[in-house]
């Protein structure tokens, strides 16, 4: 499969875990960025280990433990560790949109070291669909700028997620991405829990069973997404494209909040920019 078909399978997977997310960080007594993200990816690694099995990959599955590739992924999995709580806090505020734009530029991030570590490509056409993303990111959340404290968690976790992204690249070149989810992430989760371990256990003491059922959907759609992304990389992605790709799944949030919550404010402007955005993905996806 083209790598372009698994990135738009990624964006698709990512709006699903982002609104459910989003519900789960907004409710009236809601799990702090710290839990939700500490749950979130320790499912999503408990349901990569079988899936390793399911695919007959036991034989590989102790293949990241090798100098190469443990220190890159310890490095990427404390990185990622402290991002997931930025990211999550950053939707803990009135209105994510501003948000949106600050995390977007994980982009400009990934596309520069991209080039740089693996030495990507550099044509006109690849900028001009990335610019194309982030133009309409920018245009369809602009209006909505209510600049909160919390807000600026998704500049860092942005930057960050920028430099985890291009770790992951290097490290799927020679481990398979469904081993590399069900160790990495597991670690990453580890990582959050030990930052405040406190925290964490207190808030899972008092919740009900129901109350995870929010935490499985969304580590469901994300690890379909970072499956999605990281075989991107596999066969043949660039980490700059599949980067700006994956963020224009905020126009997917734009359609299920018009047909589904009847948001209908500033409908027009939205299409526009929607249109935009799909115009930068066919062209990133032609190339």
Known sequence: MHWFAFSLISIFALAV??????????LKNPLSPRTSGVLTFLTQSIFAFPIIFLMGLSG????PFHLAVVIPIITVAFVASVAMIFYF???????ISFSTILISLSVVVSTTLGIIVFGEGTNFLKFLGIVLIMLA????????LNIEKNHYFG????IMFGVSYTIDKFIVRSVHPI???AWTFALIALFGFLLNPKEVISEIKVRKLNDYRPIVISAIGYLIFNFATLTAYTVGGEVGKVD??????IFLIILFEYFILRHTAGVKRKIITALIA??????????
């Open 244 to 249: 700006a790709i994956n963020n224009s799944q």
């Open 278 to 287: 799909v115009t930068g993905v066919m062209i990133l996806g032609l190339l």
């Open 60 to 63: 590989q599955i102790l293949s």
């Open 17 to 26: 875990a982002e609104l459910t997310q989003q519900h789960l960080l907004n």
């Open 89 to 95: 806090k950053s939707f803990q505020v009135k209105n």
């Open 137 to 144: 990111i920018v245009s369809v959340n602009i209006k909505n």
């Open 155 to 158: 500049l860092i976790a942005g």
């Open 179 to 181: 081993i590399y989810i």
